[in-house]
Nanobody, 117 residues
Framework: QVQLVESGGGLVQPGGSMSLSCAASGYIDGFNGMDWYRQAPGKEREMVAIATNGGWIDYDDSVKGRFTISREIARNTVYLQMNNLKPEDTAVYFC???????????WGQGTQVTVSS
């Protein structure tokens, strides 16, 4: 079992910045990924950023140049630094931990990010 605890989130004005973090505990082993997804009201959940412990990082085109994902491998923690936030970034943001071989897949409880003036 893996537990994911997210922190951060809240209300920010357009153009502002916010940081999210997600700490994983439990059985962490092997090649894995810790990603960020988001789901806006009435929309499907979508990938925001991917970070594997092998060093692969990728972003959705909508956040490239504005968001930065990083991992602290020793602490099993992933961060998402969000800059120049836009109203369309408003969503519930979820942390995901999974094994690259597909054997396990866990999600955090989600944290609300609202971008509004």
């Amino acid at each position: 079992q893996v537990q994911l605890v997210e922190s951060g989130g809240g209300l920010v004005q357009p153009g502002g910045s916010m940081s999210l973090s997600c700490a994983a505990s439990g059985y962490i082993d092997g090649f894995n990924g810790m990603d960020w997804y988001r789901q806006a009201p009435g929309k499907e959940r979508e990938m925001v950023a991917i970070a594997t412990n092998g060093g692969w990082i990728d972003y959705d085109d909508s956040v490239k140049g504005r968001f930065t994902i990083s991992r602290e491998i020793a602490r099993n923690t992933v961060y998402l630094q969000m800059n120049n936030l836009k109203p369309e970034d408003t969503a519930v943001y979820f942390c995901r931990y999974y094994a690259l071989d597909g054997s396990v897949d866990y999600w955090g409880q989600g944290t609300q990010v609202t971008v509004s003036s």
